[in-house]
């Protein structure tokens, strides 16, 4: 079956780094996009950042472009969440997600596989 695992959540000071890291197994990791998509308390679950099959397109939500960085490794079946400058509003719970098809990037119903999330909490 599909899985997709994140790790590198945790607790950082406002301005800080996380590396966030999802391995999937169980697809063929070249046939989907991959998204990070995150979700606070009390609020829905957004979108953050995208990533194409070969890694050549990468798309951001406006909030945190020019902050976070997508990326993946397609030998290991891993993407990456470079995210640097941390804020306390970008406290969250963040979840990879796998998609294949014309299913749009930044929306959560075109991504057929999840994971079960990492935590990140920035203090300010």
């Known amino acids: 079956q599909v899985q997709l695992v994140e790790s590198g959540g945790g607790l950082v000071q406002a301005g800080g780094s996380l590396r966030l890291s999802c391995t999937a197994s169980?697809?063929?990791?070249?046939?989907?996009?991959m998204g990070w998509f995150r979700q606070a308390p009390g609020k829905e679950r957004e979108f953050v950042a995208a990533?194409?099959?070969?890694?050549?397109?990468?798309y951001y939500a406006d909030s945190v472009k020019g902050r976070f960085t997508i990326s993946r490794d397609n030998a290991k079946n891993t993407v990456y969440l470079q995210m640097n400058s941390l804020k306390p509003e970008d406290t969250a719970v963040y979840y990879c997600?796998?998609?294949?098809?014309?299913?749009?990037?930044?929306?959560?119903?075109?991504?057929?596989?999840w994971g079960h999330g990492t935590r990140v909490t920035v203090s300010s």
């Open positions: 990533i194409m099959r070969s890694g050549g397109n990468t």
């Open positions: 169980g697809l063929t990791f070249t046939n989907y996009r």
């Open positions: 997600a796998a998609g294949v098809g014309g299913g749009s990037y930044d929306y959560a119903g075109g991504y057929a596989h």
